[in-house]
């Protein structure tokens, strides 16, 4: 399985960005998306199941983040609005034979990670 994320960049908190991972190979299960800011250990963020589609999110992101597939294309998207300073992180695609990736342990596969900061 290989996971080819984009998307990230600079923007000014309050704005948003678009993160899509397109995932090639074996059937999955579960995606998501983690983070890792400097000198922070990484975190989940949300993540997606892809059979009856449910979603999941860190508290930290409810409301303001969203996640979303094209089981067609195979890819998964996180729209981020209202951006804040903290969200400030690389931002991994993560995928799995699980249904729900929601910690590190349930991770089989990992994106190569895009960089996503939010100016002040």
């Known amino acids: 399985v290989q996971l080819q994320a984009s998307g990230g960049g600079l923007v000014q908190a309050g704005g948003s960005l678009r993160l899509s991972c397109a995932a090639s190979?074996?059937?999955?299960?579960?995606m998501g998306w983690f983070r890792q800011a400097p000198g922070k250990e990484r975190e989940f963020v949300a993540a997606?199941?892809?059979?009856?589609?449910?979603?999941y999110y860190a508290d930290s992101v409810k409301g303001r983040f969203t996640i979303s597939r094209d089981s067609a294309k195979k890819t998964v998207y996180l729209q981020m609005n209202s951006l804040k300073p903290e969200d400030t992180a690389v931002y991994y695609c993560?995928?799995?034979?699980?249904?729900?990736?929601?910690?590190?342990?349930?991770?089989?596969?990992w994106g190569q990670g895009t960089q996503v900061t939010v100016s002040s």
């Open positions: 190979g074996r059937t999955l299960n579960g």
């Open positions: 997606i199941t892809w059979g009856v589609e449910n979603t």
């Open positions: 993560a995928a799995g034979r699980q249904t729900l990736v929601a910690s590190l342990s349930s991770v089989d596969y």
